[in-house]
């Protein structure tokens, strides 16, 4: 009855006409279709091959970034991949998002992809990227398989890839036999890819793929100008998307943190590709949780709300932005006192950033102002340089001032500590400045009226060639600022 004999336990757990696709060929082999439907499904389709795209506006630049590559490893094989579907249940799957060195080495985000640069004789490197291609019709996965387009979508063609990203195409299912009977040790991107992990792993030395990795995390220290533009673009739509949390305020207090989550959230998935990191709606003391994601408490009049959030671009730049609110509008006393302390850090923090200044002083400059004001209001014991020396403040101040930003929020994560924090600003690095004083609602060590409050103000800072520019600047910073802002949007 049919081409394609099926086995038992798959035709009656998965019959043809289920709503669900065959995630994976048992043996090599499709479930049950009559020859007619197969003959039927197989033909009467049109050509849609897309014959004039443009290469991605940064096509240019991921080819720098893979000759910069390619003369730091000559004459090795190197191994990028994009990173697979993850499950979250059954036959559903996680949002896929590509691995960063991935997508910054090609402007890729196809799931399964793998970047191989493949030395060539002259010392350099042919690159060749590896990816899934449009699914067959001849052979009916298509429809019969759970990666077929009929389910996930159309692809790109691998011409219509090599055209938009200026790259050899080739099939990706091919790429682990293609890399094995290649000689020699290769280096590859770690975490993202564990079929591919294995099937090299004797090849492999995890000190040689660590510094791959670590290099690839400092290529990115640096921001070109397209980089540049999109960070500006992921930062400008989360003005808009802060802007729209003001302005439901009263929808959350209504009924809880999860509003302002979703309703940033929205302006997120329509403007750009996602959120950057889980937003942090934290209303009253949960502003003292300087990771809150659950997002389900009540927001309050009279409390504050810290709300850090981020949109990320289609080409994966994300913004990372805290501002500290008002629910109703309006500072209490307190409030304003603690709150203009940190904006005072944050200003002496944004001052220490030039270049040729060193990574820590926007931190230190920052710490010190918080140092300060902790020692006049009589919560730590001065003189203040014993405070900083022992570093007494961070009861309070918790966190680093700030850290690079770019595809990942905490970009450059692996970056060597003599080119990052123990480094130089240069121009093109992009930053965040974000002081905070946190009083937690159990610390018996400061009075009753300042438990539960916490307080983060949070931007965008580019380092430029005569100082740096506050990406996020559209967004009010001064207390007064915050609240006439908030008067005109809460209208
Ligand atoms: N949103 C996390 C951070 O500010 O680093
Ligand atoms: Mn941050
Ligand atoms: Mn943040």
Same mark, same amino acid.
């Given at each position: 009855?049919?081409?394609?004999?099926?086995?038992?336990?798959?035709?009656?757990?998965?019959?043809?006409?289920?709503?669900?696709?065959?995630?994976?060929?048992?043996?090599?082999?499709?479930?049950?279709?009559?020859?007619?439907?197969?003959?039927?499904?197989?033909?009467?389709?049109?050509?849609?091959?897309?014959?004039?795209?443009?290469?991605?506006?940064?096509?240019?630049?991921?080819?720098?970034?893979?000759?910069?590559?390619?003369?730091?490893?000559?004459?090795?094989?190197?191994?990028? @991949?994009?990173?697979?579907?993850?499950?979250?249940?059954?036959?559903?799957?996680?949002?896929?998002?590509?691995?960063?060195?991935?997508?910054?080495?090609?402007?890729?985000?196809?799931?399964?992809?793998?970047?191989?640069?493949? @030395?060539?004789?002259?010392?350099?490197?042919?690159?060749?990227?590896?990816?899934?291609?449009?699914?067959?019709?001849?052979?009916?996965?298509?429809?019969?398989?759970?990666?077929?387009?009929?389910?996930?979508?159309?692809?790109?063609?691998?011409?219509?890839?090599?055209?938009?990203?200026?790259? @050899?195409?080739? %099939?990706?299912?091919?790429?682990?036999?293609?890399?094995?009977?290649?000689?020699?040790?290769?280096?590859?991107?770690?975490?993202?890819?564990?079929?591919?992990?294995?099937?090299?792993?004797?090849?492999?030395?995890?000190?040689?793929?660590?510094?791959?990795?670590?290099?690839?995390?400092?290529?990115?220290?640096?921001?070109?100008?397209?980089?540049?533009?999109?960070?500006?673009?992921?930062?400008?739509?989360?003005?808009?998307?802060?802007?729209?949390?003001?302005?439901?305020?009263?929808?959350?207090?209504?009924?809880?943190?999860?509003?302002?989550?979703?309703?940033?959230?929205?302006?997120?998935?329509?403007?750009?590709?996602?959120?950057?990191?889980?937003?942090?709606?934290?209303?009253?003391?949960?502003?003292?949780?300087?990771?809150?994601?659950?997002? %389900?408490?009540?927001?309050?009049?009279?409390?504050?709300?810290?709300?850090?959030?981020?949109?990320?671009?289609?080409?994966?730049?994300?913004?990372?932005?805290?501002?500290?609110?008002?629910?109703?509008?309006?500072?209490?006393?307190?409030?304003?006192?603690?709150?203009?302390?940190?904006?005072?850090?944050?200003?002496?923090?944004?001052?220490?950033?030039?270049?040729?200044?060193?990574?820590?002083?926007?931190?230190?400059?920052?710490?010190?102002?918080?140092?300060?004001?902790?020692?006049?209001?009589?919560?730590?014991?001065?003189?203040?340089?014993?405070?900083?020396?022992?570093?007494?403040?961070?009861?309070?101040?918790?966190?680093?001032?700030?850290?690079?930003?770019?595809?990942?929020?905490?970009?450059?994560?692996?970056?060597?500590?003599?080119?990052?924090?123990?480094?130089?600003?240069? @121009?093109?690095?992009?930053?965040?400045?974000?002081?905070?004083?946190?009083?937690?609602?159990?610390?018996?060590?400061?009075?009753?009226?300042?438990?539960?409050?916490?307080?983060?103000?949070?931007?965008?800072?580019?380092?430029?060639?005569?100082?740096?520019?506050?990406?996020?600047?559209?967004?009010?910073?001064?207390?007064?600022?915050?609240?006439?802002?908030?008067?005109?949007?809460?209208?």
């Amino acid at each position: 009855m049919t081409e394609q004999p099926v086995p038992a336990q798959q035709s009656e757990t998965a019959p043809a006409g289920d709503h669900q696709p065959v995630k994976q060929r048992k043996n090599g082999l499709y479930p049950a279709v009559s020859d007619e439907l197969a003959a039927h499904m197989r033909a009467g389709w049109a050509d849609t091959e897309l014959r004039d795209l443009e290469p991605l506006p940064q096509a240019a630049e991921t080819a720098r970034r893979r000759a910069a590559l390619s003369r730091r490893f000559p004459g090795e094989r190197l191994v990028i @991949p994009a990173g697979n579907l993850r499950t979250r249940s059954n036959d559903t799957e996680y949002p896929f998002r590509a691995g960063t060195e991935y997508a910054h080495l090609t402007g890729d985000q196809s799931e399964d992809g793998v970047l191989v640069m493949e @030395p060539a004789a002259d010392g350099g490197h042919e690159a060749v990227l590896y990816l899934l291609p449009r699914s067959d019709r001849e052979n009916g996965e298509f429809w019969l398989d759970g990666q077929g387009e009929l389910w996930v979508g159309r692809r790109y063609s691998l011409t219509e890839n090599e055209r938009r990203l200026g790259l @050899p195409c080739r %099939d990706v299912r091919k790429a682990a036999g293609e890399l094995a009977e290649q000689a020699g040790p290769v280096r590859l991107v770690r975490g993202h890819d564990m079929g591919l992990e294995a099937a090299l792993a004797d090849r492999l030395d995890a000190g040689r793929d660590e510094e791959l990795r670590v290099f690839l995390s400092e290529l990115r220290l640096v921001k070109d100008a397209f980089e540049i533009g999109e960070l500006q673009k992921a930062v400008d739509s989360t003005v808009r998307g802060f802007e729209d949390v003001v302005k439901v305020l009263d929808r959350a207090e209504a009924t809880s943190e999860r509003y302002i989550e979703g309703t940033f959230f929205l302006r997120a998935r329509v403007e750009g590709n996602d959120v950057g990191y889980g937003s942090i709606c934290a209303a009253g003391p949960h502003a003292t949780t300087l990771h809150w994601v659950r997002n %389900d408490g009540p927001v309050r009049s009279g409390e504050l709300l810290l709300l850090d959030a981020g949109v990320e671009t289609h080409t994966l730049y994300t913004a990372d932005v805290t501002r500290t609110l008002p629910v109703n509008g309006r500072f209490t006393d307190l409030q304003r006192k603690i709150y203009d302390a940190v904006y005072e850090a944050q200003e002496a923090g944004i001052a220490a950033v030039r270049p040729g200044a060193k990574y820590r002083d926007f931190h230190d400059a920052a710490q010190r102002v918080l140092a300060e004001r902790l020692v006049e209001w009589g919560l730590v014991e001065g003189p203040v340089e014993r405070v900083l020396e022992l570093g007494l403040q961070r009861r309070w101040t918790l966190h680093g001032t700030g850290h690079m930003l770019g595809m990942d929020v905490h970009d450059c994560a692996l970056a060597r500590t003599e080119t990052y924090v123990d480094g130089t600003l240069e @121009p093109g690095m992009c930053l965040t400045v974000e002081p905070g004083l946190y009083f937690q609602a159990d610390d018996l060590t400061v009075p009753a009226e300042y438990r539960g409050i916490g307080v983060r103000i949070e931007d965008d800072i580019l380092v430029t060639e005569d100082g740096n520019r506050n990406l996020s600047a559209a967004l009010p910073r001064s207390s007064a600022d915050v609240e006439s802002w908030m008067a005109r949007l809460k209208g």
